[in-house]
């Protein structure tokens, strides 16, 4: 089971956070409310994460490791129980995994059920039920960079540990992809590190985030130990 605790707006975790939110959803900047950002103890999953981190780098040496987010109406199971490759579908753009992204208002899609909304009012658009997403380490080991999406569950060749969908550095993808996809392959490469819970204040269909370069997202460790 994971501890949780909220942390003070001047905290550096959350003022990061904050930025980040505000700094990827563009149009959408006055319309979040951020309710809290919680720093997220989970001792298990952070060991898991350190033994897969180790035995990539043993395999494929230096790794990027990135701090990205997951939208989700069920995130304070995944930070107590961690990701569970087997709910996704294999339908998603790159068949089964854990997606995450660098652009919180991509995140924001997935913070209720894209199928029925929230729970209370079976609304998509709800302005008034609070909405949860993820702020999680990633490690990606060897990426693969496709050309397009492969909607199926087969699995790439062996030896890859993520497949990056970023059209800003990968022109293939752009016909497919408006904004970053991260699709993780094993859930130990996934540790989920802050739980922000938030309303939107208005809602627009089409949320465009800002495009910025992914470095912002790269070596963040104040909080991290």
């Known amino acids: 089971m994971a ?74 199971d995944i930070a107590n129980e961690g990701f569970n490759i087997a709910y996704s579908s294999p339908g998603c753009l790159f068949g089964r995994g854990i997606y995450l992204t660098p652009h919180f208002s991509k995140a924001n899609y997935y913070a209720f059920s894209t199928q029925r909304g929230c729970y209370s009012h079976n609304n998509k658009a709800c302005l008034s039920c609070v909405r949860t997403a993820l702020f999680c380490y990633c490690i990606l080991g060897h990426e693969l960079h496709p050309v397009e999406p492969t909607y199926c569950d087969t699995k790439p060749e062996s030896g890859y540990n993520s497949i990056v969908a970023d059209p800003y550095s990968n022109p293939s993808i752009q016909r497919f992809l408006q904004d970053p996809v991260y699709c993780i392959l094993n859930a130990d490469q996934v540790l989920p590190f802050i739980i922000v819970e938030y309303r939107i204040r208005s809602f627009y269909e089409a949320m465009i985030p800002r495009p910025i370069p992914s470095r912002h997202f790269e070596n963040y460790r104040p909080g991290y130990y």
Do not use: W
Not at 42 to 57: D, F, G, H, S
């Open 3 to 76: 501890g949780f605790y909220t942390l003070h707006p001047s905290h550096p975790d959350a003022i990061y956070v904050s930025r980040q939110i505000l700094e990827t959803t563009q149009a959408q900047t006055k319309h979040i409310n951020i309710i809290s950002v919680r720093l997220i103890n989970n001792p298990t999953l952070r060991y898991r994460y350190e033994c897969k981190k180790m035995a990539i780098q043993k395999m494929v040496g230096p790794s990027r490791e990135m701090l990205l987010c997951h939208g989700s109406p069920f995130c304070y």
